[in-house]
């Protein structure tokens, strides 16, 4: 098995290499947690590559299987142990013929974290659930509207002679008429049927 080994912080950039097993898991734990930091697994050519593993976050890993490539991607995210078992069972197989979790990919046209979105509300309509709850629930909550934006503050009261001063002003304000509203004579237009079935799963 061959690898190409990306790790920038280390500044290493190792295109073609050939590891075995231990020397692989070596590898991969002493990469450098950053987003440039990976390691693909190949057999010759590294176009046709196996699998490869890139860092996300702490203990997240992005796992990326070609199944047609540069069209159809098996992928999903993967802790550090079981990255390591994957890569065990690659070089056990030669090849990893199903990954629990993971999910095709069309990613010419879609991301991982788009299809994993896609999943999760067609999930939520069989059963029954409302898909636009996801999108409530994942803004932050200073986007959330609570109502008025300029909340009315309770009027303190001014002592003015011995009389409130709001009170004395509107006890001295004259009442203006109310201005007479008139509706143009217009037909309300219905709202165009929208159709349920607008998600749709890959």
């Known amino acids: 098995m061959r690898a190409a ?38 057999k010759s050519d590294i176009k046709k590559y196996i699998i490869s593993f890139n860092w996300k976050g702490i203990d997240q890993w992005k796992i990326d299987c070609p199944v047609e490539l540069n069209k159809i991607h098996k992928q999903g995210y993967a802790t550090e142990d079981q990255s390591i078992a994957i890569i065990k069972e690659i070089y056990e197989k030669g090849n990893v013929d199903h990954i629990p979790g993971f999910i095709d990919v069309p990613i010419r046209h879609f991301t991982l974290d788009e299809m994993l979105q896609f999943k999760k509300e067609d999930d939520m309509m069989l059963k029954g659930e409302d898909p636009d709850d996801l999108s409530d629930t994942n803004l932050p909550k200073s986007t959330i509207s609570t109502g008025s934006s300029n909340p009315k503050k309770d009027k303190e009261p001014s002592l003015v002679m011995g009389a409130q001063l ?11 008429p109310s201005k007479i509203k008139t509706t143009p004579n217009t037909v309300k237009k219905s709202k165009p049927a929208t159709n349920d079935n607008s998600l749709f799963s890959i």
């Open 5 to 42: 080994i990306i790790d920038s912080l280390q500044c290493i950039d190792i295109i073609d290499k050939k590891v075995d097993d231990n020397e692989i898991l070596k590898c991969f734990q002493g990469l450098s947690e950053h987003h440039d930091s990976e390691i693909k697994l190949y």
């Open 166 to 176: 709001g009170d004395s002003e509107n006890k001295n304000r004259t009442p203006t």
